[in-house]
């Protein structure tokens, strides 16, 4: 079996691609339905609601342990880092949102009416409820995989 065939069969990381993309379409749908209008690079985008990281890292975990056991070493590892990503996108990358958020707000005021060449991403953190809801469908997609298909 070649390397791409055995990428394609592995289930743990289709898991994880599958939450993610299930992930970025809900987030673009409610952004939509929250501002009015299609936000095309919501599909790619960082922050908002469900939390894409947090949605990849519990699918992958949540597939180690049914795949491999809840005592094996590979659930151990995927189920530390998730536990590392959704606390990073729920705190640190939180705080880099606000930060960029009162740093372009400086660069606008002391600006006064000129365009900023660089304007920081202010939309990259989670709230708890947006990495809690990530962590659900993450656990919801990989037991569909497992179970279902």
């Given at each position: 079996?070649?390397?791409?065939?055995?990428?394609?069969?592995?289930?743990?990381?289709?898991?994880?691609?599958?939450?993610?993309?299930?992930?970025?379409?809900?987030?673009?749908?409610?952004?939509?339905?929250?501002?009015?209008?299609?936000?095309?690079?919501?599909?790619?985008?960082?922050?908002?609601?469900?939390?894409?990281?947090?949605?990849?890292?519990?699918?992958?975990a949540?597939m180690?342990?049914?795949?491999?056991?809840?005592?094996?070493?590979?659930?151990?590892?995927s189920?530390?880092?998730?536990?590392?990503?959704?606390?990073?996108?729920?705190?640190?990358?939180?705080?880099?949102?606000?930060?960029a958020?009162?740093?372009?707000?400086?660069?606008?005021?002391?600006?006064?009416?000129?365009?900023?060449?660089?304007?920081?991403?202010?939309?990259?953190?989670?709230?708890?409820?947006?990495?809690?809801?990530?962590i659900?469908?993450?656990?919801?997609?990989?037991?569909?995989m497992?179970?279902?298909?």
């Amino acid at each position: 079996m070649t390397f791409l065939q055995e990428l394609l069969n592995n289930r743990i990381l289709i898991a994880g691609v599958c939450a993610w993309l299930t992930a970025q379409v809900l987030k673009t749908i409610i952004h939509a339905i929250v501002n009015k209008g299609i936000d095309f690079s919501r599909l790619v985008g960082d922050g908002g609601m469900p939390s894409g990281h947090s949605a990849t890292v519990s699918a992958v975990a949540t597939m180690c342990g049914l795949t491999c056991g809840g005592s094996s070493p590979v659930f151990a590892v995927s189920a530390t880092l998730a536990i590392i990503t959704c606390h990073d996108a729920m705190n640190s990358r939180q705080e880099i949102g606000k930060q960029a958020a009162v740093l372009n707000k400086i660069i606008r005021d002391v600006l006064e009416g000129e365009n900023p060449e660089t304007v920081l991403e202010e939309f990259v953190g989670h709230t708890p409820f947006q990495v809690a809801a990530g962590i659900l469908l993450g656990i919801l997609v990989a037991c569909a995989m497992y179970y279902w298909i």
